[in-house]
């Protein structure tokens, strides 16, 4: 029997902090290319400069990525991780269907609302609810690029697209990352 912190759940509430985990459809690597990961940094970027979001953390690895975010109010009547996905996926899609058409077969779908998908569905958010459960989630997000699967990387800060640097030397290369110690203290 699951426990009810480990059950599924993709939905976020306003003003709750959320580890969430998205994942490319069928765990392509569509990631690997850095103007996929920038396109996702830019639509991180947008959504903080707009005072939609605070993201505490994040890690984007070749397949999926992690973030510490929350949402502080909904982009006109939809949430702002529903406004991610799209902005992200359409753009992707766009890349895909202009430089890269052999790989966009992999991303059709027959599904009445859309052509392609990039990401699939429900993706997973968990609530950290207390500091130490978020540091966990931090400190495994960080760490993510060091693992053997992927070795993208050393040390945690020396994986660019990640968070890890920020939390090693404050210097924040994206531009909107917020320290974790602001919400919780």
Do not use: C
């Not at 765990?27 to 103007?35: A, M, P, R, S, V």
């Not at 899609?93 to 027959?110: A, G, M, R, T």
């Amino acid at each position: 029997m699951q426990r009810p912190e480990e059950i599924r759940n993709s939905i976020m509430l306003l003003n709750e902090v959320y580890f969430w985990t998205d994942t490319i459809k069928d765990w392509k690597h569509l990631l690997k290319q850095d103007k996929y990961k920038q396109t996702i940094i830019n639509s991180w970027k947008n959504l903080k400069e707009r005072n939609l979001v605070n993201i505490y953390g994040f890690v984007i690895m070749p397949n999926h990525l992690h973030v510490i975010w929350e949402m502080l109010l909904k982009n006109g009547k939809e949430m702002p991780y529903a406004s991610f996905n799209k902005f992200t996926g359409a753009d992707i899609i766009n890349d895909l269907k202009e430089n890269h058409q052999s790989v966009l077969s992999y991303f059709k779908v027959d599904e009445k609302e859309r052509q392609y998908r990039v990401w699939q569905r429900d993706p997973l958010a968990i609530l950290m609810d207390y500091k130490n459960k978020l540091e966990q989630k931090l400190h495994y997000l960080h760490y993510n690029p060091l693992h053997e699967r992927w070795n993208l990387a050393e040390r945690p800060e020396l994986y660019y697209w990640s968070s890890a640097r920020f939390y090693e030397t404050g210097i924040d290369d994206f531009g909107f990352l917020t320290h974790y110690s602001q919400r919780f203290g």
